[in-house]
């Protein structure tokens, strides 16, 4: 079983949709969590993090987090064909990430 | 502010030779992160620096990897010989705290292939 798995996509959506990403981790000590944006051939570039659980909104991005289900998620209302990316979840116990393999998104105009 | 950045951002070299990565983090981080995704693998951890100082360089794969941060600025992470196995992106990261993790900033990373 991998540390963090997300399903590897492509996840289409219509524009204008929401999109949702989603995440499990293994480990219970885990206590940082980021989802990372990263177009093609550029650096992973943080949208969200989040600590604790219960929901986290900034703009049309809201993360998600449950940490007794080990499952984090990230909303992305009306989204837009510039959302089209991969997303990567990073989960965290200390100061190093643990990462997913991350999800292709792609929002169809 | 200006952002992590990484040289060079593509790197060819021939299995045996050696090659030299460096990053310039953020200025005022004092940590500073090396990770490497391999082709359809996820991002690894390699070692974490705090200032000059290595704290865990679990990560790195073996000895032919060797990673210095003189002066608790740029970083250069070595890789001699480098053999075809350690083809892929390797990425800098730098943040403000260590303990724990904080929002870390990512670099464009360097591509290497190995042939």
């Known amino acids: 079983q991998k540390e963090v798995e997300q399903n590897s996509g492509p996840l289409s959506v219509p524009e204008g949709a929401i999109a949702s990403l989603n995440c499990t981790y293994s480990d219970r000590g885990s206590q940082s969590f980021f989802w990372y944006r990263q177009y093609s051939g550029k650096s992973p570039e943080l949208i969200m993090s989040i600590y604790s659980n219960g929901d986290k909104e900034d703009g049309r991005f809201t993360a998600q987090l449950n940490k007794a289900s080990q499952y984090v998620s990230l909303l992305i209302r009306d989204s837009q064909p510039s959302d089209s990316a991969t997303y990567l979840c990073?989960?965290?116990?200390?100061?190093?990430?643990?990462f997913g393999t991350g999800t292709r998104l792609k929002v169809l105009a | 502010e200006a952002g992590v950045t990484q040289f060079p951002s593509h790197s060819v070299i021939e299995k045996g030779q050696t090659v030299t990565l460096r990053c310039d983090p953020i200025s005022g981080h004092d940590n500073l992160y090396w990770y490497r995704r391999v082709m359809g693998k996820e991002i690894k951890f390699l070692l974490h620096?705090?200032?000059?100082?290595?704290?865990?360089e679990s990560g790195m794969p073996n000895n032919r990897f060797l990673a210095e941060r003189t002066g608790g600025t740029y970083s250069t992470l070595k890789v001699q010989p480098a053999e075809l196995e350690d083809s892929g992106v390797y990425f800098c990261?730098?943040?403000?705290?260590?303990?724990?993790?904080?929002?870390?900033?990512f670099g464009q990373g360097t591509r290497l292939t190995v042939v």
């Open positions: 620096f705090v200032k000059e100082s290595k704290q865990d």
């Open positions: 990073a989960v965290s116990g200390t100061y190093k990430y643990i």
């Open positions: 990261a730098s943040s403000h705290a260590g303990g724990l993790a904080t929002e870390a900033f």
